[in-house]
């Protein structure tokens, strides 16, 4: 059996969340499982002394746009969220909780979020 796909995300990357909902169907296509792990980008900026792409000089305003454009691409919903980024270590509590205590129905709850 091959192993599975590892796929890290954080529930505040707009491309996480594309990743998320087509990395099910890719994994299928090529006869794997995935192995779902969320992240704190923010914690990842913090000790690399990074920043979100949308704070940084020019490359924010594009971003944005990438973010639409590849949505559109995929046939994917997107919209920009109101607030940018979000803090998601709750989030990320909540679906390492669901993973340990209700396995079967983590991935789906975290697509639901």
Known sequence: MKSPISFYFDFASP???LAAEMIEEFASRHGRQTAWHPMLLGAV????GGKPL???????EYSLADFRRSAAY???PFR?????PIATINT???SLWMQEKHPAHAKKF????
């Open 80 to 84: 920009t969220p109101s607030v940018f």
């Open 54 to 60: 949308t704070e940084q000089a020019m490359k924010g």
């Open 15 to 17: 491309y996480g969340y």
């Open 74 to 76: 995929y046939g994917v």
């Open 45 to 48: 900026f913090k000790a690399t």
């Open 92 to 94: 990320c509590r909540a």
């Open 110 to 113: 975290m697509l639901e979020l």
